[in-house]
């Protein structure tokens, strides 16, 4: 009996030990958001010139009342400190801007007028004073800004990593962010330059949370973009106009 009971304790070990590992597998960590972010930012604050393609979806509310999906496309061009081009079209409007480092140039192609006003600094302060004054977002400004002290303090501690994934084929690390109006994620480049390749934006706050997303690509680093790119280019027939000032906006 004794015999029986000894064997099967063997048996028993033996199971246990062939199912073993032959050595103990190493946990790999998750790349830590807040890292991924700043290298991020660190890359696109210290290239004096770029500029990116985005494909665009969002929603708005219709004029009943539901929220409805349209499209568009950007282009951006960046020399910094102090000019930019933007060239926007979507389903129902299109804008260029040019901040060519003394103004700021609005052009609606589609209406044809256009507004033009000094401009107040560098690309930092010009984009708060359009966003401030004159109630304009500029698309994706965050990206483009000198100092990302911004989009760090957004992001900084709330970022959870997703996993690694695809955006039109380039591997990515996908993370996300909950703020206080919105929820955010990005897919930033996971091999070589660590670029924002898509964001997606829910707005918390907002009845029916409208989404924004952006798919980036044509990325290009460094490149001599010629000074005429920032310069405005006016067709012929638009007629002036002057910026709306925000009641109680800070000149």
Known sequence: ?????????????????????????????????????????NLLASTKQFSFRAEITFDTRARWGDLVELGGALELSVARPDRVFVEYQDDASARRLWIDGANVTLLDPVDGFYATRPQPGDIDATVDALRERLSLRLPLGELIANDPSELLELTRGKGRYVGRHEVDGVPCDQIAFAAPEVDLQLWIQAEGEPLPRRIVIVFRKEAGLPRYEATLGDWKLGAQLAPAVFEAVLPEGVRRIEFLEVRGSVQ
């Open 1 to 41: 009996m004794r015999q029986s009971s000894s064997r099967g304790l063997l048996r028993i070990l033996v199971i246990l030990l062939a199912a073993a590992p032959a050595e103990a597998e190493s946990v790999v960590m998750p790349p830590a958001p807040d890292e991924i972010v700043r290298r991020m930012t």
